[in-house]
């Protein structure tokens, strides 16, 4: 196994083995049997000790400039079945983790597709209703026959000409806003 990516790739195989045998379990506890399979006592404590061992050993070189990572935007949800009808169903994304500090808790967790990373939270303080976030896509064309042939009822956007690239302006059930942009002069999208 070279990263948690492949821990991830191996719940999904069990989710879907054990959903073809009639037991349903949902994302987190395919992660949480992975995490036991391997002996750890979560899925958080296996993530951190892959994260670990793919660290290099060796010292960084002197005098590297800091890095930073691509940023990881926070939507505000009120509806947990609601934000996994869009964002999963929908969109395509896939559910990365989950988190909850107990019973009866607000729900926070990660949704990803390809590079594009979401955190989508329950929690009141951590971020307002009607965010947006502006992407960088190829194919956009592609993006808008795949989302629109699930025919979600609540939702049939189309795509709009701007100076700056072709777009595909999305908002989920909480009014978040996300605008999937494809560059002028992309052949991939052009139809």
């Not at 006592?41 to 660290?55: G, K, M, S, Y």
Request: with cysteine; hydrophobic share 40%.
């Amino acid at each position: 196994m070279r990263d948690f990516r492949d821990a991830k790739t191996m719940a999904r195989s069990l989710r879907q083995r054990l959903t073809q045998r009639g037991l349903t379990i949902s994302h987190s506890e395919a992660l949480e049997m992975v995490a036991e399979q391997f002996g750890f006592e979560n899925w958080n404590i296996l993530a951190a000790r892959l994260a670990t061992e793919e660290t290099p050993a060796v010292a960084p070189a002197p005098l590297t400039a800091p890095r930073i990572a691509p940023p990881i935007p926070i939507f505000r949800i009120f509806d947990v079945a609601k934000a996994r009808e869009f964002y999963c169903d929908y969109l395509g994304m896939s559910v990365d983790w989950e988190h909850r500090f107990g019973e009866n808790f607000p729900l926070y967790f990660q949704v990803s597709r390809e590079a594009l990373i979401l955190h989508l939270s329950e929690h009141s303080g951590d971020a307002s209703p009607g965010a947006r976030i502006f992407v960088w896509v190829t194919d956009v064309v592609a993006i808008h026959r795949e989302i629109t042939a699930r025919d979600y009822r609540f939702l049939k956007p189309g795509l709009q000409d701007a100076p700056w690239g072709r777009e595909l302006q999305l908002t989920d059930p909480f009014s978040n806003r996300i605008t999937l942009c494809e560059k002028p002069g992309n052949t991939a999208g052009t139809t």
